[in-house]
Each structure stands twice: as structure tokens, then as C-alpha cells.
């Protein structure tokens, strides 16, 4: 088999499968970014928390 054939039968294979995925609708695709953003600043201001309690406490040894 060629390359150029291999390739293009790559080609229909990735369309074919493709066509099968069932993409999410506006809805749930705001509400899932939504509920990353939320994680994203919890966890952050939960890592800026322990970060901070830890250099204190490092300062206090020093």
C-alpha cells in the first residue's frame, strides 16, 4: 500500500469517527467551564492559604 493511499484511508477513518462523537450541548459546556473556573480559584486560594501559613511558620524558625 502507498503512502499517499495509507493516508488517505487514515483520513476516512478519523472522518468516520468523527461523525460518531456526540458533542455536548451549550448548556452543558458553560455549566462544566463554569464549575472548572470555581475549582480552579478554590484550589488556588486553598494552596495560596497553606503557602502562606508555611512561609509564616519558616519565618517564625528562622
Known amino acids: 500500500m502507498s503512502q499517499v493511499a495509507s493516508i488517505s484511508r ?3 477513518e478519523v472522518r ?3 461523525r ?3 458533542w455536548p450541548e451549550q448548556k452543558e459546556t458553560i455549566s462544566a467551564t463554569i464549575m472548572v473556573v470555581i475549582m480552579v480559584i478554590v484550589i488556588s486560594l486553598f494552596l495560596w492559604g497553606v503557602d ?3 512561609s509564616w511558620l519558616v519565618k517564625m524558625v528562622i
Do not use: H, Q, R, Y
Request: proline share 0%.
Open 20 to 22: 460518531k462523537v456526540v
Open 52 to 54: 502562606s501559613i508555611l
Open 16 to 18: 468516520a469517527e468523527t
Open 10 to 12: 487514515f483520513l476516512n
